[in-house]
């Protein structure tokens, strides 16, 4: 039943385009019998001249009216080229829905039942629960720790980047703080800041010192030690800002 439906919507979808050329294929054959009878016209009265039937006045007189009935008409020509072309593009017309359709098997499912879109978005919502609950026992698990613990560090560095992964910047820069005050290192401290910027809506004082830390401490090859000093520098103007 499904292959009806495909085959008449494919009609549907390319019967406007069949017919265009359709009838574009007959306008063009009519201009060319006009033109063909413009033509035998203009060569009778060519003849007619020639053995004196009529005068070199009403000559030029009837052959000014066969020129402008000629060029009244469309000049384009309907010839084997023109016609072989049209022929092509209605070929090809034709061919698209056993193309869409061949491409359909090869990849669509006709028998795959629907997803409605509720039930897809009662999953995704539940995913999120559980992952905000993992989130959670992250957090308190990583309260509990001892504070010489060798791992607390790393676990307070996958927390920050569980709640960065969920656009909570303010939560993740708390998390990489704490990480950050167990072992500085200046590409987390700006991280930090940035974090810290975007909860903040801009960089305040505290996030512009951790820039600078982090810039002072960066490597000289660090490629993002040009984000950082632009940071600086905008930090800097908004400071200096009433």
Do not use: N
Not at 14 to 38: C, I, V, Y
Not at 150 to 175: D, I
């Amino acid at each position: 039943m499904i292959w009806i439906g495909i085959g008449c919507l494919s009609l549907f979808a390319l019967l406007p385009a069949a017919t265009a050329f359709w009838l574009r294929g007959r306008a063009q054959d009519e201009r060319s019998a006009a033109l063909a009878l413009h033509e035998a016209q203009l060569a009778e009265l060519e003849r007619d001249l020639s053995i004196g039937m009529i005068a070199p006045a009403e000559h030029t007189i009837a052959k000014l009216e066969i020129q402008r009935r000629i060029l009244a008409a469309d000049r384009a020509r309907s010839d084997i080229s023109e016609k072989s072309a049209r022929a092509r593009a209605i070929v090809a017309l034709a061919l698209i829905p056993f193309v869409a359709i061949g491409l359909y098997l090869t990849g669509g499912h006709p028998t795959m039942p629907g997803q409605p879109l509720k039930p897809r978005l009662a999953e995704i919502k539940t995913r999120d629960a559980k992952g905000d609950a993992a989130i959670d026992q992250l957090r308190v698990a990583l309260t509990k720790m001892s504070p010489t613990d060798p791992t607390l560090r790393q676990g307070y560095l996958l927390l920050g980047q569980a709640e960065a992964a969920r656009g909570r910047s303010a939560a993740a820069a708390e998390a990489w703080r704490h990480a950050l005050e167990l072992g500085f290192a200046p590409e987390l401290a700006a991280e930090v800041a940035e974090e810290q910027t975007m909860a903040d809506g801009h960089i305040s004082a505290d996030s512009l010192a951790l820039y600078r830390r982090a810039l002072d401490a960066a490597p000289k090859d660090a490629p993002w030690r040009e984000s950082i000093e632009q940071r600086i520098a905008q930090g800097e103007h908004d400071q200096e800002q009433p």
